[in-house]
T-cell receptor, first 115, second 116 residues
Framework: AQKVTQAQTEISVVEKEDVTLDCVYE???????LFWYKQPPSGELVFLIR??????QNEISGRYSWNFQKSTSSFNFTITASQVVDSAVYFC????????????FGKGTRLHILP | NAGVTQTPKFQVLKTGQSMTLQCAQD?????MSWYRQDPGMGLRLIHY???????DQGEVPNGYNVSRSTTEDFPLRLLSAAPSQTSVYFC???????????????FGSGTQLSVL
């Protein structure tokens, strides 16, 4: 069965530091999708990125970047020059669309950006 | 743009009571799902649906029922509430799960449920 591990339960960094959130996944399929979502203190869940298993290009969006490495089954998320507004819980998720229709989430990493 | 609407936002139940959490979306999304969020446990999938008339179990389905009679609505029923069902519940939808891929999920704002 698919599985997502976010080993970092909680991280604190000082503002302007770079921080990387780890995501390791397990799947038996060759076709799968990976996602990151953000949950700020207000509680809503916000989509950040979707990546399919055939696209190993790293992606950058402003201060956010994602490093997808199939060799290590990882899809890590880096925030550069962190800001207080980045404080949130971040979730990694995995789907195996040709096996079932479940989207499974990791336990999340709570990120504190200290001013 | 309403998106995904969940009601109620807060609910307190006594053990053994039943209730229905409502979820509606106005985006004509085929896929809908329910998650529960507990401290340290992340988001766990309860039930999901790929279209009207079709539902399936997720990771933690026990104690919950769902039905999908229309594309827009996907209610979650607690038949006999237990303290272990105290949680924050999120409904989510996406355009399609059947195109060979998975689209991003749009989430509702959540329902905070306490069972005493």
């Amino acid at each position: 069965a698919q599985k997502v591990t976010q080993a970092q339960t909680e991280i604190s960094v000082v503002e302007k530091e770079d921080v990387t959130l780890d995501c390791v996944y397990e799947t038996r399929d060759t076709t799968y999708y990976l996602f990151w979502y953000k949950q700020p203190p207000s509680g809503e869940l916000v989509f950040l990125i979707r990546r399919n298993s055939f696209d190993e290009q790293n992606e950058i969006s402003g201060r956010y970047s994602w490093n997808f490495q199939k060799s290590t089954s990882s899809f890590n998320f880096t925030i550069t020059a962190s800001q207080v507004v980045d404080s949130a819980v971040y979730f990694c998720a995995l789907s195996e669309p040709f096996r079932d229709d479940k989207i499974i989430f990791g336990k999340g990493t709570r990120l504190h950006i200290l001013p | 743009n309403a998106g995904v609407t969940q009601t109620p936002k807060f609910q307190v139940l006594k053990t053994g009571q039943s209730m229905t959490l409502q979820c509606a979306q106005d985006m004509n999304h085929e896929y809908m799902s329910w998650y529960r969020q507990d401290p340290g446990m992340g988001l766990r999938l309860i039930h999901y649906s790929v279209g009207a008339g079709i539902t399936d179990q997720g990771e933690v389905p026990n104690g919950y029922n769902v039905s999908r009679s229309t594309t827009e609505d996907f209610p979650l029923r607690l038949l006999s509430a237990a303290p272990s069902q105290t949680s924050v519940y999120f409904c989510a939808s996406s355009y399609s799960i059947t195109t060979g891929g998975n689209e991003k999920l749009f989430f509702g704002s959540g329902t905070q449920l306490s069972v005493l």
